[in-house]
């Protein structure tokens, strides 16, 4: 997932979780497309749509923050080891540590169906509007700009096979009635894969259930909830059988959702300078409310990293909030933080590096055995693994040497289309992109996924690339990228059923061409 289902306190996957409002789904940040007044900055925040469609919980409050500045100096390589992970994430909690020079841009919806939406701390000053929901509003600010904002129902955005990535981990709730009062029945102690492993009947596709995981829930069978298996399912024909079925799982489901399109002058005084702008979302629920009952009140009793810095204890109006869920980069969340509820920190998630490599090593150790036994190169080191091991590290130094490579090589572009201005913008790598946990958007490029991210990248395909060694040649000669798994001739080839890329390549709906961009509610 992006951020779906998480944190855990308003996980709905539970059986008993019901869906929340305060369940954040997707950031994206991406360039306008319209410059004939300048750059332009687009971001969109969507969430739960409950109670309804187009339909707001007077009890949120949602935060849109951001901060610019410019892009960092080409440097050479630095040594691939701890000591340089220590000094960027040493350089990181210097610039994000409480997030005081964040911009914020905070809205809350009435009972009479009007969204008030308040700008604090622009270079214009801050300043509050009321705007209808459902409808565009061009919003009035300081030296003549304006802001366009919706702020309503949408189709949702995302297009992901969630039952199929739910496989891979052997995640039990996605297929079984699991309560969140039983963590050890979450993730099941089966090597994660990407292929299906030979006897796990718990997770592997049973035709006489087709639809398990999609809609379909069982009681969970008595355990033990381990594998004992040594290699890969095939079919008669020698064909691995894929935990991927390439379906939508988001297909005809709607969000709510602040979408915002503003001059790159409304946030920086210095637009030729700062050609960075990092945008991060959260979710705050009424603490009278009584709702989101597993996060407390107050967070020091839910050992929260940054508990004594909480802007509750300055802030007037957040007093009476508690901060539930963020989202900044597509599965930093529920992939690498998985859903914990006291890791919900945005811009301040470097307390979270060392789990970070930690799980990656876990993860690699699942998917990288399944990449090598499809004939591509893995930027894990396996040891030679001949299937999907389950390991869980102790620690990020013991984890670290496995995970090197998936940590600190360049993910590579498909072409150079995205950096639009042929400035020779150097490739991101995955400590960069997930530490802080913010959608980075570079004005310079298109704002496609990892320079931000826009609505038609299949970010789900591109998080799997990670595992793809991008400093090799691949199949033809030819580096892997962040688009390879979407290249249909990859699964033609491939020893698997069935050929098809892991997730959907193109969303349910068309998006639009102009403002607010995410297309209509079903």
């Given at each position: 997932m992006a951020?779906?289902?998480?944190p855990n306190?308003v996980n709905s ?5 019901d869906?929340?409002a305060?369940?954040v789904?997707?950031m994206f940040g991406?360039?306008?497309p319209d ?5 332009r ?10 109670p309804d469609t187009?339909?707001?919980d007077t009890d949120?409050?949602?935060r849109l ?7 960092a100096?080409?440097t050479?390589?630095?040594s ?5 992970l220590r000094r ?8 994000y540590f409480?997030a ?7 809205m ?7 969204a008030t939406v ?6 214009g000053?801050?300043f ?10 061009a919003?009035p600010?300081a030296d003549?700009?304006?802001v366009d904002?919706?702020?309503?129902g949408?189709?949702d955005?995302f297009?992901n096979d ?11 709730p996605q297929?079984?009635?699991v309560p969140?009062?039983r ?10 894969t ?6 796990n009947d718990?997770f ?7 639809d398990?995981g999609?809609g379909?829930k069982l ?7 381990t594998?004992?298996?040594n ?5 008669a024909?020698g064909?691995?059988r ?14 709510n959702?602040?979408i915002?399109?503003?001059?790159l002058r409304?946030i ?12 991060w ?5 009424r603490?009278a409310?009584h ?7 107050h967070p020091?009793?839910?050992e ?5 810095l909480?802007?509750?204890h300055?802030?007037k109006q957040l007093?009476?909030y508690?901060l539930?869920d ?5 599965f930093?969340?529920?992939g690498l933080?998985?859903?914990?509820n006291?890791?919900q ?8 590096a060392p789990?970070?490599v930690k799980?990656?090593a876990?993860?690699g150790w699942g998917?990288g055995p399944s ?5 591509l190169?893995?930027s894990f080191d ?7 091991v389950?390991r869980?590290?102790?620690?990020a130094?013991?984890a670290?040497?496995?995970?090197r490579?998936?940590?600190f090589?360049r993910l590579?572009?498909p072409?150079?289309?995205?950096d639009?201005?042929?400035?020779g913008i150097p490739?991101r790598?995955?400590?960069?992109i997930?530490?802080?946990?913010v959608c ?7 704002g496609t996924w990892p ?15 990670l595992f ?5 040649a ?6 892997y990228?962040?688009?390879?798994l979407?290249?249909q001739a ?6 698997i059923?069935?050929?098809?890329s ?6 349910d ?9 995410l297309a209509?509610p079903w």
């Amino acid at each position: 997932m992006a951020d779906h289902n998480d944190p855990n306190a308003v996980n709905s996957i539970f059986s008993d979780i019901d869906p929340s409002a305060a369940d954040v789904y997707d950031m994206f940040g991406f360039p306008g497309p319209d410059e004939s007044q300048g750059d332009r900055v687009v971001v969109a925040l969507t969430f739960a749509s409950v109670p309804d469609t187009g339909v707001f919980d007077t009890d949120m409050l949602y935060r849109l923050r951001m901060y610019s500045h410019p892009r960092a100096a080409v440097t050479g390589d630095e040594s691939r080891d701890l000591d340089t992970l220590r000094r960027y994430i040493d350089g990181v909690r210097g610039t994000y540590f409480g997030a005081e020079s964040a911009m914020e841009i905070r809205m809350t919806v009435d009972d009479r169906g009007q969204a008030t939406v308040t700008f604090h701390d622009f270079p214009g000053g801050s300043f509050s509007a009321t705007v209808p929901v459902g409808e565009v509003t061009a919003i009035p600010a300081a030296d003549g700009l304006s802001v366009d904002a919706f702020i309503g129902g949408r189709d949702d955005a995302f297009f992901n096979d969630l039952p199929g990535f739910f496989r891979s981990i052997n995640y039990a709730p996605q297929f079984y009635h699991v309560p969140s009062t039983r963590p050890d029945l979450r993730e099941l102690p089966i090597p994660k894969t990407l292929l299906e492993l030979e006897g796990n009947d718990l997770f592997n596709y049973n035709p006489a259930i087709p639809d398990l995981g999609w809609g379909v829930k069982l009681d969970l069978p008595p355990g033990p909830y381990t594998w004992s298996g040594n290699s890969f399912k095939k079919d008669a024909a020698g064909n691995y059988r894929f935990v991927y079925d390439g379906r939508d799982a988001r297909a005809g489901q709607n969000v709510n959702a602040i979408i915002l399109e503003m001059p790159l002058r409304f946030i920086t005084r210095r637009p030729e300078v700062d050609r960075i702008v990092d945008i991060w979302g959260e979710s705050w629920v009424r603490k009278a409310s009584h709702k989101v009952p597993e996060i407390p009140d107050h967070p020091i009793w839910h050992e929260h990293p940054l508990a004594f810095l909480s802007p509750d204890h300055r802030d007037k109006q957040l007093d009476g909030y508690k901060l539930v869920d963020t989202v900044g980069q597509p599965f930093a969340d529920a992939g690498l933080s998985e859903r914990e509820n006291n890791r919900q920190l945005g811009a301040n998630n470097f307390w979270l590096a060392p789990h970070f490599v930690k799980r990656l090593a876990h993860l690699g150790w699942g998917f990288g055995p399944s990449i090598t036994a499809l004939g591509l190169r893995c930027s894990f080191d396996t040891g030679g693994a001949p299937v999907s091991v389950h390991r869980v590290y102790r620690t990020a130094v013991e984890a670290f040497p496995r995970a090197r490579k998936v940590i600190f090589q360049r993910l590579n572009m498909p072409d150079d289309s995205w950096d639009r201005r042929k400035l020779g913008i150097p490739l991101r790598r995955p400590f960069e992109i997930f530490v802080p946990n913010v959608c980075a958007l570079d004005m310079d490029t298109t704002g496609t996924w990892p320079f931000g991210r826009r609505l038609e990248d299949q970010v789900a395909n591109r998080f799997l690339s990670l595992f793809l060694d991008m400093e090799s040649a691949g199949a033809g000669g030819a580096a892997y990228h962040v688009e390879t798994l979407s290249d249909q001739a990859l699964w033609d080839a491939a020893p698997i059923v069935p050929k098809t890329s892991p997730n959907p390549l193109k969303n349910d709906k068309d998006f639009l061409p102009h403002f607010p961009y995410l297309a209509e509610p079903w």
